[in-house]
């Protein structure tokens, strides 16, 4: 069942990157990233484990993130720097289907099957210099 999650959340990050487009290549990576944090919510409470992906309009490959246990979460570029460059972005965001608690492999009961993982897309903008966006999501996922 963990493997089936990771598996879907996989699969729908390579379809949003073939659909959205992948952007420029390594070659034109930008010099310059603005540094980008926020925090994700729903009804008003963190959302742990979110997979976020900010994928450019425009040239420029994608930046990525995980939320933490308080819903914050900070990009980083494709090449492993922190950031974003700045311009307009599709924005991914996965919850769940990623928890791997209790998967040891003991002798205790198999762990608890994680919940459907859920595809939120939104827009957004990085502006020039560091920039905190802030994501409520709503109640029905762009998957559902």
């Given at each position: 069942m963990i493997l089936r999650g990771l598996f879907i959340v996989s699969f729908k990050l390579i379809i949003l990157t073939a659909f959205f487009g992948c952007g420029g290549s390594v070659?034109?990576?930008?010099?310059?990233?603005?540094?980008?944090?926020?925090?994700?919510?729903?009804?008003?409470?963190?959302?742990?484990?979110?997979?976020?992906?900010?994928?450019?309009?425009?040239?420029?490959?994608?930046?990525?993130?995980?939320?933490?246990?308080?819903?914050?979460?900070?990009?980083?570029?494709?090449?492993?720097?922190?950031?974003?460059?700045?311009?307009?972005?599709?924005?991914?965001?996965?919850?769940?289907?990623?928890?791997?608690a209790g998967a040891d492999g003991g002798d205790g009961p198999p762990p608890e099957a994680p919940p459907e993982p859920k595809l939120y897309v939104l827009k957004s903008t990085v502006g020039q210099k560091a920039t905190n966006i802030n994501f409520e999501l709503d109640e029905i996922p762009s998957n559902e």
């Open positions: 070659g034109d990576a930008p010099k310059d990233l603005v540094e980008v944090t926020g925090i994700v919510t729903q009804d008003g409470k963190p959302v742990a484990d979110a997979l976020m992906l900010f994928t450019p309009m425009l040239a420029a490959a994608p930046s990525s993130g995980v939320t933490d246990s308080e819903g914050k979460y900070s990009l980083k570029y494709n090449d492993g720097r922190s950031g974003a460059a700045s311009g307009e972005y599709n924005v991914s965001i996965t919850v769940g289907g990623m928890s791997v």
